[in-house]
């Protein structure tokens, strides 16, 4: 069973940076895609970008030029690096995890523009 958990939340003004952590445990596959994925009040959960065990990377629209995802496959752990935040990036962010198994989410963590 894997587990994963997210850290780096927080509140931000527009126009700053924030760096979403999130590491899974438990009995992970080498072959996997890990990505973020997030959830606004009162709409339904998007993808924001997501990286597979092998590199490559999809990101949604709206994040393009302004997140970056990247991952430490020896800790297979996942980071989000969020710049020039807007205040439509507010959220509660969620990772997930995918091998061949049931994907597995996290609990999410608050992203929250306090301009």
């Known amino acids: 069973q894997v587990q994963v958990v997210e850290s780096g939340g927080g509140l931000v003004q527009a126009g700053g940076s924030l760096r979403l952590s999130c590491a899974a445990s438990?009995?992970?596959?080498?072959?996997?895609?890990m990505g973020w994925y997030r959830q606004a009040p009162g709409r339904q959960r998007e993808l924001v970008a997501t990286?597979?065990?092998?590199?490559?990377?999809n990101y949604a629209d709206s994040v393009k030029g302004r997140f970056t995802i990247s991952r430490d496959n020896a800790k297979n752990t996942v980071y989000l690096q969020m710049n020039s935040l807007k205040p439509e990036d507010t959220a509660v962010y969620y990772c997930?995890?995918?091998?061949?198994?049931?994907?597995?989410w996290g609990q999410g963590t608050h992203v929250t523009d306090s301009s």
């Open positions: 997930r995890y995918t091998d061949s198994r049931n994907p597995v």
């Open positions: 990286q597979t065990s092998g590199g490559t990377t």
């Open positions: 438990g009995s992970w596959s080498t072959i996997n895609t």
